[in-house]
């Protein structure tokens, strides 16, 4: 089991900065990916960015392709999302997950442990 614990959420005006964190615990070792989605009321949750928690490999959403960076601390088991540029339609629940397999999918089935959540709000 691996479990996920996201930070950082809060309301930020458009143009603005947020930078949202995921505490990995549990059978880290297992862990071979790490992906931030999000989810706007109304809409499904769609994929934002993922790394691979081995290699410098990274994959982005073309929605924040040049304005949102993903990052890891290996040895402190944490998963970064640098937002910049923010728009309102950024608005959502941002998710940090694991994935435990090797894989490269961007979709939910892709990843196998959620955190809960954390919202962010971006004001126009």
């Known amino acids: 089991q691996v479990q996920l614990v996201e930070s950082g959420g809060g309301l930020v005006q458009a143009g603005g900065s947020l930078r949202l964190s995921c505490a990995a615990s549990?059978?880290?070792?297992?862990?071979?990916?790490m992906g931030w989605f999000r989810q706007a009321p109304g809409k499904e949750r769609e994929f934002v960015a993922y790394?691979?928690?081995?290699?410098?490999?990274?994959r982005y959403a073309d929605s924040v392709k040049g304005r949102f960076t993903i990052s890891r601390d290996n040895a402190k088991n944490m998963l970064y999302l640098q937002m910049n540029k923010m728009k309102p339609e950024d608005t959502a629940v941002y998710y940090c997950?694991?994935?435990?397999?090797?894989?490269?999918?961007?979709?939910?089935?892709?990843?196998?442990?959620w955190g809960q959540g954390t919202q962010v709000t971006v004001s126009s």
């Open positions: 549990g059978r880290t070792f297992s862990i071979y990916r």
């Open positions: 790394t691979s928690w081995s290699t410098s490999s990274t």
């Open positions: 997950a694991a994935d435990i397999k090797p894989s490269a999918g961007a979709t939910m089935r892709s990843f196998d442990y």
